[in-house]
């Protein structure tokens, strides 16, 4: 089966880090784009980042470039967001998603079911 | 970065009607990169329409989208009980990706 499914949400406080895991099956996870979507409540999504499929080039939204770490595992077929100094603004349901479309082109033809971050106090 | 916005918020329709949802860029996305996505309640989006017009594999042939430049829009040609949920488009012509703040299609 084809799908993506995201682990290591949770609490945290603000200036803490937490790691998120995205486990791909059913496709040739080495050969795509990878990327990381959040959606804040009542919200419409918001990029975060991307990583090519090789993993050479990564890319970063604004709001968290210098914080957050995005990489992957080819033998484990697992996507990851490092994400450091977390902020209450960081707080969202986490998605990762299957890049499809041509070089920084991408839009999303794959997502997982989210793991909810939450930043508090 | 390329700013979307989407109209109307909210959409009151019925059952079988027509819905019309509007996506307008703040400048031209290049190559009419533009997609829309489907979104249930606690659920992940889901692609229904890539590069404007072209239909994502298992997209039901009553939706379909149209436009380009800045001016975009998604058509459900007649509305079933499960159509009823949120809608977004993305634009991937440009850095960031960015998406529209959604329009709600509601009975």
């Known amino acids: 089966e084809v799908q993506l499914v995201e682990s290591g949400g949770g609490l945290v406080q603000p200036g803490g880090s937490l790691r998120l895991s995205c486990a791909a099956s059913g496709f040739s996870f080495g050969d795509y784009a990878m990327s990381w979507v959040r959606q804040a409540p009542g919200k419409g999504p918001e990029w975060v980042s991307v990583i090519s499929g090789s993993g050479v080039s990564t890319y970063y939204a604004d709001s968290v470039k210098g914080r957050f770490i995005i990489s992957r595992d080819k033998f484990k077929k697992t996507l990851y967001l490092q994400m450091n100094s977390l902020r209450v603004e960081d707080t969202a349901v986490y998605y990762c998603?299957?890049?499809?479309?041509?070089?920084?082109?991408?839009?999303?033809?794959?997502w997982g079911r989210g793991t909810l971050v939450t930043v508090s106090s | 970065e390329i700013v979307l916005t989407q109209s109307p918020g909210t959409l009151s329709l019925s059952p079988g009607d027509r819905a019309t949802l509007s996506c307008r860029a703040s400048?031209?996305?290049?190559?009419?990169?533009l997609a829309w996505y489907q979104q249930k309640p606690g659920r992940a989006p889901r692609l229904l329409i890539y590069g404007a017009s072209s239909r994502a594999t298992g997209i039901p042939d009553r939706f379909s989208g149209s436009g380009s430049g800045t001016d975009f829009s998604l058509t459900i040609s007649s509305l079933e009980p499960e159509d009823f949920v949120v809608y977004y488009c993305q634009q991937y012509g440009d850095s960031p990706l960015t998406f529209g703040g959604g329009t709600k299609v509601e009975i």
């Open positions: 998603a299957k890049c499809d479309g041509s070089y920084f082109h991408w839009y999303f033809d794959l």
């Open positions: 400048q031209s996305v290049t190559s009419s990169y």
